[in-house]
């Protein structure tokens, strides 16, 4: 069974400074989704990482992936307030997909 | 396209009432998902499909029942309601390396 982690669940940033965001997988995944969910909203697609080493850029976020290590990384670049919501990573079984907890991300200016 | 539509976005129920959420999509894919989230937390998956006919669990299917008989609907039924089934529920469907999620659905039991 897939398990998905992500760390941390809750960070607040200045505005202008970079971070990351960490979402460890324990089993094989064929791919792995980051999305962004506004309060109140439903989720919207960010990356979807296919293959090992696989580096994808959105604007000032950035996602990666390493299958030998079962882990994939969101990284912000300076922050800006737009930013601030709730992104999930998302990791993908046999049939079933299965979501980290989340991270609240604030970006305080 | 429409993609993925979800209805009602909003229902309050009694304890002990049943309801359906609809869930339909036009993109011809055929896994599809229900998932809850309640407040402050994730997605937790409650039942999945992939393709008509095929359904299965996830990780919370209790009260919940599904149906494909079409790739198009996956209609999520709610027998007996309780008021832990207080949640917002999204459906989503798969294809194209790509995840595509309705709007959702708030439903509240009191």
């Known amino acids: 069974e897939l398990k998905v982690e992500q760390n941390p669940l809750f960070l607040s940033m200045q505005e202008g400074k970079n971070y990351t965001i960490y979402c460890n997988y324990s089993?094989?995944?064929?791919?792995l989704y980051w999305y962004r969910q506004d309060p109140g909203k439903s989720l919207e697609s960010l990356f979807v990482l296919l293959s090992n080493g696989a580096v994808k850029q959105e604007g000032r976020l950035m996602a990666s992936l390493d299958t030998k290590a079962r882990l994939s990384t969101l990284h912000i670049t300076a922050a800006v307030h737009d930013l601030s919501a709730t992104y999930f990573c998302?990791?993908?079984?046999?049939?079933?997909?299965?979501f980290g907890k989340g991270t609240k991300l604030s970006v305080i200016p | 396209n429409a993609g993925v539509t979800q209805t009602p976005k909003f229902r309050i129920l009694k304890i002990g009432q049943s309801m359906t959420l609809q869930c339909t999509q036009d993109m011809n894919h055929n896994y599809m998902y229900w998932y809850r989230q309640d407040p402050g937390m994730g997605l937790k998956l409650i039942y999945y499909s992939v393709g008509a006919g095929i359904t299965d669990k996830g990780e919370v299917p209790n009260g919940y029942n599904v149906s494909r008989s079409t790739t198009e609907d996956f209609p999520l039924r709610l027998e007996l309601a309780a008021p832990s089934q207080t949640s917002v529920y999204f459906c989503?469907?798969?294809?194209?390396?790509?995840?595509?999620f309705g709007s959702g659905t708030q439903l509240s039991v009191l």
């Open positions: 989503a469907s798969r294809g194209n390396e790509k995840l595509f």
């Open positions: 998302c990791g993908a079984g046999s049939y079933q997909l299965t």
């Open positions: 089993t094989t995944s064929d791919r």
